[in-house]
């Protein structure tokens, strides 16, 4: 049974982020969605979990857990019992990929780093593309899971 780790700031969840873990989630027996903390977020830590683990339920995917990550994706992964990391891909983002990958290949040998493209109608998506437009009321919801363009708004209204 292989356990694969999806870790990531998620501030906030995109149609993005979750292709790439209902595809991880059709080739591996778990995936574990790790949320990261982080200072800079928009949103909480608790907040971007409840809005992963509802776009998670909507699209009806049983083996996707979460965790939250306070530390290193290679020690969360060991901590999850998880032997691959996913990664989603966009244009771009190779060259930081390619380092945090030698990177976690130096710390975990024993751990996978496996890349997942993303869908083509996402490869211009970002979490902060999408927090500068709706920090200008742009409506986003074309681009997020239902209920995050909602959540946007009453943040951005503060």
Request: aromatic content about 8%; glycine content about 8%; overall charge neutral.
């Amino acid at each position: 049974m292989t356990v694969a780790l999806y870790a990531g700031r998620f501030d906030p969840v995109t149609n993005g982020h979750l292709d790439v873990v209902a595809r991880a989630a059709s080739i591996f027996a778990e995936v574990v969605v790790g949320v990261a903390a982080s200072r800079s977020a928009v949103f909480t830590l608790e907040e971007r979990t409840e809005m992963f683990q509802e776009a998670v339920r909507g699209a009806g995917l049983k083996n996707v857990r979460f965790a939250s990550i306070t530390g290193l994706t290679v020690d969360e992964a060991r901590k999850q019992g998880a032997s691959v990391i996913v990664r989603g891909l966009r244009a771009g983002d190779f060259a930081y990929e390619f380092d945090m990958a030698l990177m976690n290949r130096d710390m975990a040998p024993d751990i996978e780093s496996v890349y997942l493209m993303t869908a083509l109608e996402h490869l211009f998506v970002s979490g902060t593309r999408i927090r500068e437009l709706a920090s200008f009321g742009r409506d986003v919801s074309k681009f997020v899971p239902p209920g995050v363009n909602d959540a946007l708004r009453k943040k951005f209204q503060s």
